[in-house]
């Protein structure tokens, strides 16, 4: 159905191709995984399969791509449209019109077919994906769920017989993301759509797939062949491949089920061995004056590169860094949060999870001071981070959910150099400045190693976006940090070295928030979890309670392992490592 | 059975009753015209964003009335009658001979002044009329096929705006989450750039999504058939725009009778429209997309377009009658012509035969 024969891909004006002497089939019906690390190209595999690249991007295309027996050479992406549905990243920036039903139409009015036909498929549409109670609203006011739905509907209408999705569910909480994924299996299954898709989040979907396509970068040759086979050896892998390669167990499991049957042996041997319990300052229990000094305050200095230390009154009680107390905020009519009670401790790393829309982002809001609630108090240091000037960027510091608004420098070095002199623009002491800046720089290198400082920023991968503004924030060096879904686009190593640096802060006193769907990195990095729906706080407490009472927030491990109560595949790893015995 | 009237019926209604405001400056019957539009849009009207125009084209139409007045009462010319008040007048150089400011201020030269202000406003109420009960992006939708591209550019400006206040909230918030001003001037520049960078990002995506999604696809059509198209296209909208302007611009044609100005308009009009119909035809052969559930033109269609081109014949036709202009020199009361108001009021039809709005149209979130 589609096939890659010898393809390079060179952009204008670089120097290496993105791709080099791919070669591959896709036969019809299968449903294809391109995995791989952030850069390596997957994007522009994606878009090589409608022509997009190099029609609509510029640059050399060597080779040949032939979809449906079309070759992308003669046929531009318009002339594939019947033929090859492609849905971006970024569902919502690719909308033409304003309604759900008329976007779904789209595509088929281009093609010009009968009022009849399109009248059916747009009502099919509609019932496949779960959007009838949608089909008048506006696309704006749809959550990215929906939106991603939508897109999805608007190129199936046309009945493709290839589907290109690029991250389909990265923006999506679990719940969501299966909805996504379920209809994509049935059209795989009843429809017999080839499916091609890119995805980070490898544990949502690779047991879905027939077949994976491992791009390994830097000119090295692609790998394809089964999943199980493909993930032995890759780089980028779920938990449930760590785990089963920790296991040692042959054949690879690749999903839940398949590793819980073969598990038995495995948590035979754990049985009776605890998790590690002490990997972070709070690490289950968050009572009151849990190991906070005033002297933590200043050792926070020195890790964050600044040599003052801080002498404001963020020891609040008990050491809490942030406390919120019957919190009601919205925009407009709309009430996103309903009395919230929330504390956040020194030290302590918090996941704030939820479905989209339960609220999670209007409390990061709030916390930093953009939105000022209609009841309750929120106290931060022990101030309220509203109603000031300018926002108290030392007490706390935000990551928004699109990293690179934070940005904008015309270079990466200039880009940190900045947040050197905004720190001292802020009100510290002189010195402040290039210290922050060094700090900025340090982080930036820990987080995205190998990034040539005069990169501009908008040339930078996702993920080297977002440490660039987590580094451009840490040079603030608040007392408070809050992240907006920072795993987006995140691939497997950036994760770690995300986790690292988170810990390596909340070791030295800063109380860390952040709103994620990714039950993995809850499960890796946060102390405690913080579930939110309709905007009240419905569970609050150690990760490891909340996350394994929950079927829609357990991470894999848990499940493979319930009921014992191991959370990632480091945890067994160190479990069975005591012990002398490797796997 | 409730539906959304086709946009185009909307359109035909309400330029017939703007065509009959242009051609009067009678108070009464202006005001009935007012009347008549603002009667149907509080019958008619969806609850949607852009139903809310018809108070914003009212609101500039008073402010026209007020400014013409003012105006008139500071620099224009005078008219001799009834002094109301004077005011200072200032002295211009010899060169500025032609202009006055200030002097006496007379009833006459007010009324003058508010009718023709009125007859402004009424029109731009006629404007905010169509545009609160016919749905922009539908009328869109029922443009003829070789508009259609320029239609999908409207389309994604209209889907712009929205997103650049989106965008410009986004900006200011991480603007303040880096300590910078988010006002003023130097956060204006800061603000700038971000938001087109966005806006640019945005119509690339787009484009992309677009051309995948088999935009512009085309059927083969010989260059000669293209070049006639266009030719026919231009011919016929400088022929619209020709005919128009003699239909209703009576001023242009002064001395003349107003019949003799439709007699003149008219023929041109009526070519104008066959000449660009016949373009827009042969350009749509190029075109090879389909409609989704194009807005059917039904009886309430017809009654409702009848209804406005009723009101406007009725005013071109019997254009000459000396009631549709009282006289402001001297200052008389102006009359009620019993023809023309029941003419006026047949515009009132649609509110009674347009079908009711489907309940629940544009579900809040």
């Known amino acids: ?583 | 059975m409730p539906r959304q009237l086709h946009p185009g019926a909307w359109w035909l209604w309400a330029v017939g009753l703007g065509t009959a405001a242009s051609r009067t400056t009678n108070p009464l019957l202006l005001a009935l015209v007012a009347a008549v539009a603002g009667y149907v849009v509080a019958a008619r009207r969806p609850d949607a964003p852009w139903a809310r125009a018809y108070s914003a084209f009212v609101k500039i139409g008073l402010a026209v009335i007020a400014i013409r007045v003012v105006l008139q009462a500071v620099v224009g010319a005078e008219l001799p009658g009834h002094e109301l008040l004077r005011l200072p007048r200032a002295d211009l150089p010899g060169w500025l001979a032609g202009i006055r400011v200030g002097g006496p201020v007379t009833a006459e030269e007010l009324a003058t002044a508010a009718y023709d202000g009125l007859r402004l406003a009424v029109l731009l109420a006629c404007l905010g009329a169509a545009n609160a009960l016919a749905n922009p992006s539908r009328l869109l939708k029922a443009v003829p096929g070789a508009l259609y591209e320029l239609g999908v550019a409207v389309v994604v400006a209209m889907s712009f705006a929205p997103q650049a206040v989106t965008a410009v909230g986004r900006v200011r918030a991480a603007r303040k989450l880096r300590g910078r001003p988010d006002r003023g001037l130097r956060g204006l520049r800061g603000l700038l750039l971000p938001v087109l960078e966005t806006a640019l990002e945005r119509s690339i995506a787009l484009a992309a999504s677009m051309d995948s999604r088999g935009y512009g696809r085309r059927a083969a059509v010989p260059a000669r058939a293209r070049r006639a198209t266009a030719a026919l296209t231009a011919a016929g909208l400088l022929g619209i725009c020709a005919g128009t302007y003699g239909l209703l611009d009576s001023s242009a044609t002064a001395g003349v009778t107003s019949g003799a100005a439709t007699l003149l308009g008219l023929p041109v009009l009526v070519a104008g429209v066959l000449l660009a119909g016949l373009g827009l035809a042969l350009g749509g052969r190029r075109v090879t997309r389909s409609r989704y559930r194009p807005d059917p033109w039904d009886v309430p269609e017809w009654l409702v377009a009848a209804a406005g081109v009723t009101v406007a014949a009725v005013f071109v036709v019997l254009g000459g009658d000396p009631a549709l202009h009282p006289s402001t020199a001297p200052l008389v009361p102006p009359p009620l012509p019993l023809a023309f108001a029941a003419a006026t009021l047949v515009g009132l039809l649609p509110a009674v035969v347009a079908p009711a709005l489907p309940r629940l149209q544009l579900a809040a979130p």
């Open chain 1, 1 to 583: 159905m589609i096939e890659f024969d010898r393809v390079s891909v060179t952009y204008h004006r670089a120097t290496e191709p993105v791709l080099s002497g791919v070669t591959l089939a896709i036969p019809e019906g299968e449903l294809c995984l391109v995995i791989g690390r952030t850069g390596a190209g997957k994007s522009t595999l994606l878009r090589a399969v409608n022509g997009l690249v190099p029609h609509f991007t510029g640059g050399t295309l060597a080779g040949r791509v032939r979809v449906a027996g079309r070759d992308t050479r003669d046929h531009p992406p318009r002339e594939l449209a019947d033929v090859v549905g492609v849905v971006g990243q970024d569902p919502e920036s690719g909308f033409v019109t304003d309604v759900v039903e008329d976007e779904l139409a789209y595509t088929m009015e281009s093609l010009g077919l009968p009022a009849d036909v399109m009248r059916r498929r747009v009502e099919d549409t509609l019932d496949l994906l779960g959007l009838a109670e949608l089909r008048a609203r506006p696309l704006a006011t749809l959550s990215a769920g929906q939106q991603q739905r939508v897109a999805i509907g608007s190129v199936l209408t046309a009945h493709p017989r290839v589907l290109v999705l690029d991250e389909p569910t990265s923006a999506l909480d679990p719940p969501a993301a299966e909805e996504v994924l379920a209809a994509l299996q049935r059209l795989v299954h009843d429809l017999g759509l080839t499916v091609l898709l890119a995805e980070h989040r490898l544990e949502r979907v690779v047991q879905y797939a027939d077949r994976v396509v491992y791009l390994p970068g830097a000119g090295r040759p692609v790998e394809v062949g089964t999943p199980a086979a493909v993930l032995r050896t890759a780089p980028v892998y779920p938990p449930v491949v760590g785990l089963g390669r920790l296991a040692g167990w042959d054949p690879l499991p690749l999903s839940v089920r398949d590793a819980r049957r073969v598990a038995g042996p495995l948590r035979d041997r754990l049985a009776g061995r605890q998790p590690p319990a002490a990997d972070g300052p709070a690490a289950g229990s968050r009572t009151a004056g849990r190991g906070w000094t005033p002297g933590t305050r200043g050792t926070r200095g020195t890790a964050g590169g600044s040599g003052t230390a801080r002498t404001s009154g963020t020891s609040g009680t008990s050491g809490n860094i942030a406390e919120v107390r019957g919190l009601v905020a919205g925009y407009g009519e709309l009430v996103a949060l309903r009395r919230v009670d929330l504390t956040l401790p020194q030290g302590e790393i918090v996941a704030l999870m939820g479905r989209n829309g339960a609220g999670k982002s209007t409390l990061l809001a709030c916390l930093v001071g953009l939105l000022r609630p209609r009841a309750g108090s929120v106290a931060v240091a022990g101030r309220a981070p509203y109603g000031r000037r300018r926002l108290p960027l030392r007490d706390v510091g935000l990551v928004p959910r699109q990293p690179g608004d934070l940005l904008y420098a015309e270079s990466v070095a200039a880009e940190l150099a900045g947040a050197g002199s905004s720190a001292r623009a802020r009100g510290a002491a002189g010195a402040r400045g290039a210290a922050g800046a060094e700090a900025a720089a340090g982080h930036f290198a820990a987080l995205a190693p190998g990034v040539p400082p005069e990169t501009h920023p908008r040339d930078l991968s996702e993920g080297q976006r977002l440490a660039l503004a987590l580094a451009v924030v840490l040079a603030a060096d608040p007392a408070l940090l809050l992240l907006d879904e920072p795993t987006r686009g995140l691939d497997y190593t950036a994760k770690r070295r995300l986790v690292g640096v988170l810990r390596e802060r909340a070791a030295t006193g800063t109380a860390i928030l952040l709103a994620t769907h990714d039950v993995e990195l809850a499960a890796e990095a946060a102390h405690r979890v913080v579930v939110l729906a309709e905007g009240e706080v419905v569970a609050d407490g150690p990760s490891r309670d909340v996350v394994t009472h929950s079927p829609a927030f357990a991470p894999q491990v848990a499940k493979i392992l319930a009921p014992q109560p191991w959370l990632t595949v480091s945890d067994v790893e160190r479990a069975l490592g005591r012990d002398g015995g490797g796997p």
